[in-house]
């Protein structure tokens, strides 16, 4: 990977009351925003801690040559829209910034995990912000020495030769379209914060499916039963594996496990995803959904929000079926990207999520 430092831009702790306020006016308002801002004088690397009762993460944040993109040393999970491609180029280009990373993601190595660690310090903390509504701290360093900026870039040069988009996929493919285009003035480098995969959590994205008549209970089960081992649960229990997953109707949860005899005529397939067996067996027998992508009946809950988020959602509409799922394991996370292969649409959320704004890689502070 071709890395290098930059000249970063803080949020200016003097001028800001409300952090979270901050955060969503910065994204939705960038301009507003350009007076609550603090600019640094010097070319650096940035190291990143995310702390919660939940998850602790690691990262490096600094800018990423678009050409390992373009030369797949940056792979990706997701189809991306031109639509969103032309809204995202807009955006940068009228901001000269980008206000929020793309995140991408490999595999942990102890000893530079470690090296990363003893460069930080009081002397070289840059700014720390707690976020209540996920009991989350955030907390940045500066790395500036010459021989830290040095052993890093080789690192990522001769170490890190591929790495996953954890989020980010539409930002990467519009630099990919639009960095050689002048007029578009976002050059050739992307805001980037790696973090390994021991750092992430990968969340499912939930199913809900509301019907346009009322719910009969006993023939749904028939049919899902024609495809799953079905057993009634007294409470809700978390999917305990691949191909397992949980069907809420009207008061009722039921465990669900594909039955081998499905799984056989897929034998073939170099991957098989609980989301993508819901999507083109149950949801097509089941409901005729012919385009999930489409099909206004189908939404998707973020698995973060657990058991309690999930019911929240399906309690808005009484003829709804919820579908409550494994997550996607790293390993097949991987394969998926390794194979050149795109995940059915909302399969991952990834945690932690980035915030807006608290580090921004204008365009014009520094040669591109």
């Known amino acids: ?5 930059f000249k970063a831009v803080y949020p200016d702790t003097d001028m800001i009351s409300d952090i ?6 910065v994204r939705n308002s960038f301009s507003e925003m350009e007076d609550s801002l603090s600019y640094s004088n010097d070319a650096h690397f940035i190291l990143y801690n995310i702390d919660s009762d939940v998850i602790q993460s690691r990262g490096l944040i600094c800018l990423t040559n678009i050409r390992d993109y373009k030369d ?5 999970h997701e ?3 031109e639509e969103k491609e032309l809204e995202q180029v807009q955006l940068i280009s009228s901001r000269r910034s980008m206000v929020k990373p793309v995140l991408l993601t490999y595999p942990a190595n102890e000893w530079f995990d470690q090296y990363l660690e003893s460069l930080k310090n009081d002397g070289n903390k840059i700014q720390s912000f707690r976020f209540d509504d996920k009991g989350e701290v955030h907390t940045f360093w500066k790395v500036d020495a010459n021989e830290d900026i040095e052993k890093i870039s080789k690192f990522f040069d001769q170490e890190i030769k591929r790495v996953y988009i954890a989020d980010g996929h539409h930002r990467l493919s519009t630099f990919a379209r639009f960095s050689d285009d002048p007029e578009k003035g976002i050059g050739e480098f992307v805001l980037s914060v790696y973090i390994p995969f021991s750092g992430l959590h990968i ?5 809900i499916i509301t019907l346009g008549e009322k719910i009969r209970e ?9 495809l799953c081992f079905v057993e009634k649960l007294d409470g809700f229990f978390e999917p305990k594996f691949k191909y397992n997953f949980i069907l809420s109707v009207k008061d009722s949860v039921y465990s669900c496990i594909w039955k081998p005899s499905l799984l056989e005529k897929y034998k073939e397939e170099p991957l098989v995803l609980d989301s993508a067996l819901l999507n083109a067996v149950l949801f097509r027998q089941l409901f005729h959904v012919t385009d999930v992508r489409t099909d206004e009946r189908i939404r998707y809950v973020e698995g973060f929000k657990g ?3 999930f019911l929240k959602a399906l309690g808005k509409n009484r003829n709804s079926i919820g579908f409550y799922l494994y997550p996607v394991d790293f390993e097949d996370f991987q394969k998926v990207s390794d194979l050149g292969l795109t995940l059915p649409p909302k399969s991952t959320w990834f945690e932690p999520r980035i915030r807006n704004g608290l580090v921004i890689h204008d365009f014009r502070s520094q040669d591109q």
């Open 72 to 76: 797949g040393n940056i792979l990706k």
């Open 307 to 309: 058991w309690e988020g």
């Open 20 to 25: 979270l306020e901050y955060t969503v006016k």
């Open 218 to 226: 006993k023939e749904i089960l028939s049919e899902v039963s024609k």
């Open 1 to 5: 990977m071709h890395i290098k430092p």
């Open 203 to 207: 969340h499912p994205f939930n199913r």
């Open 79 to 81: 189809k991306t829209l």
